[in-house]
Each structure stands twice: as structure tokens, then as C-alpha cells.
């Protein structure tokens, strides 16, 4: 059974910084593209960063400039290092892995349950 948790949430103040990890079990995301999704309340879950098998990246442009996005393949763990929080960042994140290099949901074939992040003001 494949499955993916993350970790690494909680509650933290603005301009704080947070480290997620997404541990990833029962296959080897060997080639899979690795990607970081958030959803707020009331709002449709969003792209955030991902990565590449090779470790190419991408990022919103809500996010970049302030968090990373890295894996570490023997470990088959992907991390998201938050930087710089905003109340805005506030949601619950996932990590999905997926075959194409996508930013697209549905391109993304295997999710976590989420770590919820909170950044007050």
C-alpha cells in the first residue's frame, strides 16, 4: 500500500519559518515528480512547488523566493522549507506525487492526508 505523510505543520507567527516533510512508503517514487499543494478554507486546493526526479523545480508565484522544495531520493522523502510566512500561507498542505512534470491536481496520482500550517499575525 502506497502511502505518503507529511509532517512538520503547526502553528507559527508571521515571518516565521516551518519545514515540512512528506515520507513516502510502499514504492519508490523513482522518476515521479514530487509536488507540494495547499488548500485554505473555503478556497480550492492550489499548486505550491514541485520537483523532479532530477531535482529541477518549480514554484508559485505566491511562494517564490520564500520556500524550497527539495527530496532526498535514498530517503524517499520530500521536504518544503517555509521561510518568510504570511497569514495568507495559512492552510492545510499536501504532498502528491505524480509522472509529469505538472503543476495540474489531477496529473498527481498519489496525495497525503495533509499537516495544517497556521501563521498569525
Known amino acids: 500500500q502506497v502511502q505518503l505523510v507529511e509532517s512538520g505543520g503547526g502553528l507559527v507567527q508571521a515571518g516565521g519559518s516551518l519545514r515540512l516533510s512528506c515520507a513516502a512508503s510502499g514504492r519508490t517514487f523513482t522518476g515521479y515528480v514530487m509536488g507540494w499543494f495547499r488548500q485554505a478554507p473555503g478556497k480550492e486546493r492550489e499548486f505550491v512547488a514541485r520537483?523532479?526526479?532530477?531535482?529541477?523545480?518549480t514554484y508559485a508565484d505566491s511562494v517564490k523566493g520564500r520556500f524550497t522544495i527539495s527530496r532526498d531520493n535514498a530517503k524517499n522523502t520530500v521536504y518544503l522549507q517555509m521561510n518568510s510566512l504570511k497569514p495568507e500561507d495559512t492552510a492545510v498542505y499536501y504532498c502528491?506525487?505524480?509522472?509529469?512534470?505538472?503543476?495540474?491536481?489531477?496529473?498527481?496520482?498519489?496525495w497525503g492526508q495533509g499537516t495544517q500550517v497556521t501563521v498569525s499575525s
Open positions: 520537483i523532479r526526479w532530477s531535482g529541477g523545480d
Open positions: 502528491a506525487g505524480g509522472i509529469g512534470p505538472s503543476s495540474l491536481i489531477g496529473t498527481y496520482d498519489y
